[in-house]
């Protein structure tokens, strides 16, 4: 098995050399916004504007007219057509673009379809289908909140009617109480019922049109808090209040009418919000709070929050207050958080055991059984070999009695306890693992070791995979321990 080294692979090893850590430059972007409406007042309008004064380039795509007609997963483009309905393309390439799917992105198997596709392709989504469709079903919503001990009203499914007083005891068994549809936004689907009887009438008309449920305790407020959070911390809040004359409406929604102002968060809140956030794994979302006798109360989390609100705008380290903002502005802080390619990798969605099997091309009749090590912050990934000979840029090396040479593009410096354990001859080879190829830098090592491969982060990264530390071989067929100090 002969390699030969690459620029690619030379410039990442000067890279590990060197030891600070500088905050990546703002690249060219290409954004792009997912869903059915591109109205000028709407997020997709204000940034497509935004984008033609910064120079950045910007498409909308209208999922109903859209489709992808070609993708090259190796060089990471894809290329979409009849974005406008008006037979117009568009070529996505992986490592520049940003797509901001909204709420039309996700209404149907199709539009999920591709942006599942994108996603699964690695481009960088925000926010990806997963969390999504966590937001955008109030009952997931709800328990997300809950498993997370983020303070929400109580709530309960309704399933059908023998649940309804179930239900309604289960969040405290008074009345009014609220009737949600799982699906809805900007309101719709929401009611407010004072009695059993219009409960159980309000249920029943709503199952009649295939509706899915829930019941939630009913919170006297006059007003809510929208916050927009993005990367985990919050930039912008706005109190949403209804009008003075509209006694009846318990909704806050600025769809239906409601003021907004600037709003001050104390540390308290600041601190609920970002976790509820957190929590759905959305990159960018906006979180609806209340205050209930003092306490702040998470309403739920928009995985495509509206930004017509009148906000006031947070440091996005700090969380320090910074002054009132508009719509553009916050849209301004957003684009140029992501446009640090720091903040630009995605959620690993995909599970791995914590031992796996990969194959090394040249190898294939020697599967080698891995521990993927989250914690191996070494330059290349160690494989364990029974001898090898370093001869100028060349290593010769034995493994379960078959003989390799390969090129030595590095050398990586293992260290236990503080101290120089051994120095390894870095090669490149060729993994294959969950049925694709990746370019890999091994490490090649003759000392006693716990695992016959230690799959490092830079790897790890590019299988996308996160590792599921009670699980082996998900992805990959059972291999058995090369000896008896395998783990």
């Not at 090893?13 to 600070?20: G, I, Q, R, Y």
């Not at 495509?304 to 849209?331: C, F, N, R, V, W």
């Not at 051994?422 to 091994?442: C, G, H, S």
């Amino acid at each position: 098995m002969t390699t030969t080294s690459s620029w690619w692979y030379k410039n990442r090893l000067a890279e590990e050399s060197v030891k600070p850590i500088v905050e990546a430059k703002e690249e060219k972007l290409h954004i792009v916004v997912i869903g059915k409406d591109n109205g000028e007042n709407t997020f997709a309008g204000i940034i497509g504007d935004l984008c033609k004064k910064k120079k950045i380039d910007f498409n909308f795509i209208d999922v109903t007219e859209a489709w992808i007609s070609n993708r090259d997963v190796e060089i990471g483009t894809v290329e979409i057509q009849n974005i406008d309905g008006k037979d117009t393309s568009v070529v996505l390439e992986r490592a520049t673009t940003i797509i901001f799917p909204r709420a039309g992105a996700v209404e149907t198997l199709t539009s999920q379809s591709m942006l599942l596709l994108l996603q699964d392709a690695g481009f960088f989504v925000v926010n990806d289908l997963q969390s999504m469709l966590l937001c955008d079903n109030k009952m997931s919503n709800a328990l997300m909140l809950e498993r997370n001990n983020v303070p929400i009203p109580r709530t309960s499914i309704l399933s059908n009617a023998n649940s309804i007083e179930h239900a309604f005891e289960s969040i405290g068994g008074k009345f009014p109480v609220i009737i949600k549809t799982l699906i809805g936004a900007q309101g719709v689907g929401v009611s407010k019922v004072n009695d059993m009887a219009s409960l159980t009438s309000v249920a029943q008309s709503l199952w009649k049109f295939d509706a899915s449920l829930l019941l939630q305790e009913f919170l006297e407020i006059e007003s809510d808090i929208r916050s927009l959070v993005v990367g985990g911390k919050l930039l912008g809040a706005a109190e949403r209040i209804r009008g003075e004359n509209d006694s009846k409406e318990f909704r806050n929604n600025t769809h239906l009418g409601a003021d907004t102002e600037p709003y001050k968060m104390s540390e308290e809140e600041i601190k609920i919000v970002e976790s509820a956030a957190r929590a759905s794994g959305s990159l960018y979302c906006g979180v609806d709070h209340a205050i209930y006798k003092g306490k702040p109360y998470v309403l739920e989390v928009n995985g495509s929050p509206g930004i017509k609100s009148s906000y006031m705008l947070y440091d996005h380290i700090t969380s320090k207050q910074k002054g009132k903002t508009t719509a553009e502005e916050i849209l301004t802080e957003v684009i140029n958080y992501f446009q640090l390619e720091t903040h630009r990798r995605p959620i690993m969605r995909q599970e791995a055991g914590y031992i796996e099997t990969i194959i090394l091309e040249g190898m294939e009749s020697q599967p080698i059984r891995a521990k993927l090590d989250t914690g191996n912050g070494a330059k290349a990934s160690m494989l364990h070999v029974n001898k090898l000979e370093v001869k100028g840029k060349k290593v010769f090396w034995e493994k379960n009695g078959k003989k390799f040479e390969s090129d030595v593009i590095g050398t990586s410096r293992a260290h236990r306890g503080g101290k120089l354990f051994e120095e390894r001859p870095i090669i490149q080879e060729t993994a294959v693992f969950n049925n694709k190829k990746y370019p890999a830098l091994i490490g090649l090592s003759v000392k006693d070791t716990a695992s016959e491969m230690l799959v490092n982060r830079e790897l790890l990264t590019m299988f996308k995979v996160s590792v599921n530390p009670n699980r082996k071989f998900i992805l990959s067929d059972w291999t058995s321990r090369n000896d008896k100090t395998d783990d």
